[in-house]
């Protein structure tokens, strides 16, 4: 059941559409690389198109009727997206859910030392990456600083092309010997992942200060960009990620090369199918929750109460909530768990099994399970749902395949799927093959991103 490349069956017209998907996704991609800018900008972009805060309508005593288009934010990271149907919301809901947190280093609460006429920030790695590709490479600072008078300094250090990057070094391979027979796991370790970030002593300091002459200019230099002091640091929320902006890759100009596409590919073409409904006939949701790459865990994570309180505070703004009416929106709910899927790499061939792996420019990737081992840790789609999506993609003349997160007992990984189907409502993983997934950068193909986007909108239609 080998499926066909969509590029093959692409008129003019869709690959202009399809380029102009691709370069709002670039930009995307480009201004949201914490989940704090990526809901920034999901708030603007939902706002253009109509979207007003639940919250502030509540608050003005405004009931909410079908048509009406909101959106609700947690702590900065965590936002969901309604637009009401015609249809009783305890009839369920058609949901897309990603994430949109990415793997990457964190600075630590105490990070800031020197060694030897070099000052360096210490970090903490986020999510699952192999800790030798984050060597070596451009690197750029993103995040707050939360200051005791409660205002909250942002950061954004490396992606201007005027800016400074950062560095994290690695040893010259002519001295390298012991190094290189080290397993890939231990060649980098974790508390070697530490910031370059200065080596010019500050002139004229007391001789008790001067062996930290560089720290203390970097200090100067961050008391006088940010006002912000050493102990700031302490209450800061600093992001270490790779510099520079998405590319196209390629000679043919098919992929993106780019940082976080883990899940941000999913998570913003999922935002481009709600923005473009008009008028539903069942209530459309998409949902885009942080510490995924951790567990889903925290108050802005998919096991958070989060999306449950916002459905109920949706319910009230209706004028029809009941703790039984909200069981059953969320019971008899649909949803795409729309993230990536591993792409297969002919160079790496051994880890896949061909006939169930995922391919670039065959459309969206619908995994029925994931889950490692005996599938532990999987929601695994019921028959019946599959066979709706199924239904639902071939009459949208979508493209899609099908597949599993490499051979059994090779590795394996997990979503959001199995948390959203403790409501009992119906859910899959559906999303986009990626190369070097947890990389810095990954690679994506621009078919795949194009037709995510409009299976993500054929399914908020018909599910």
């Given at each position: ?64 009727k079908a048509g009406d288009k909101v959106y609700t934010v947690g702590m900065k990271k965590i936002v969901a997206l309604f637009h009401i149907g015609q249809d009783d919301i305890a009839e369920g809901m058609n949901i897309l859910g990603a994430h949109i947190d990415s793997p990457r280093l964190d600075i630590k ?355």
């Amino acid at each position: 059941m080998e499926r066909r490349n969509a590029w093959l069956s692409y008129t003019e017209a869709e690959e202009k559409e399809l380029e102009k998907v691709a370069k709002e996704y670039r930009n995307f991609l480009d201004v949201g690389k914490t989940e704090r800018e990526c809901v920034t900008q999901i708030i603007k972009e939902a706002q253009e198109a109509g979207y007003e805060c639940l919250e502030e309508k509540a608050a003005k005593g405004e009931k909410l009727k079908a048509g009406d288009k909101v959106y609700t934010v947690g702590m900065k990271k965590i936002v969901a997206l309604f637009h009401i149907g015609q249809d009783d919301i305890a009839e369920g809901m058609n949901i897309l859910g990603a994430h949109i947190d990415s793997p990457r280093l964190d600075i630590k609460q105490n990070p800031l030392y020197e060694d030897t006429d070099f000052a360096y920030l210490d970090t903490h790695y986020y999510g699952g990456v192999k800790k030798y590709q984050w060597v070596t490479i451009p690197l750029a600072i993103h995040g707050v600083v939360a200051k005791k008078d409660g205002s909250v300094v942002q950061v954004n250090i490396g992606e201007d092309e005027n800016d400074p990057i950062v560095y994290i070094t690695d040893l010259l391979i002519h001295l390298a010997g012991k190094q290189l027979q080290k397993t890939a796991s231990e060649v980098i370790e974790g508390e070697n992942l530490d910031i370059l970030i200065g080596s010019r002593p500050l002139k004229d300091l007391e001789d008790d200060k001067k062996k930290e002459a560089v720290k203390q200019n970097v200090l100067n230099i961050l008391k006088d960009k940010y006002d912000i002091e050493e102990e700031d640091f302490l209450s800061a929320e600093l992001e270490i990620v790779p510099a520079g902006k998405a590319r196209e890759c390629g000679l043919d100009r098919s992929m993106i090369a780019a940082y976080g596409q883990d899940d941000r590919v999913c998570a913003y073409t999922s935002l481009l199918a709600m923005l473009e409904m008009e008028a539903p006939k069942r209530t459309a949701c998409c949902l885009l929750v942080d510490k995924e790459e951790i567990g889903s865990v925290g108050a802005t994570g998919m096991q958070s109460r989060f999306f449950e309180n916002a459905t109920a505070e949706l319910l009230d703004a209706m004028g029809c909530y009941s703790d039984l009416k909200l069981k059953r929106a969320l019971k008899n709910s649909s949803m795409l768990s729309s993230d990536v899927s591993a792409a297969y790499d002919p160079a790496y061939g051994d880890a896949f099994e061909k006939k169930n792996a995922a391919y670039f420019g065959r459309g969206i990737v619908l995994n029925k399970f994931t889950g490692a081992r005996g599938k532990s840790g999987s929601n695994d789609a019921n028959a019946e749902y599959v066979a709706r999506v199924r239904n639902i993609f071939d009459s949208h003349e979508i493209a899609f395949q099908t597949a599993e997160l490499g051979k059994v007992d090779v590795g394996g990984g997990g979503t959001i799927a199995y948390i959203a189907a403790l409501y009992g409502m119906e859910v899959i993983d559906s999303g986009v093959a990626v190369l070097s997934m947890h990389a810095p950068w990954e690679i994506t193909s621009k078919a795949d991103v194009y037709e995510a986007k409009k299976a993500y909108k054929a399914f908020l239609l018909d599910a």
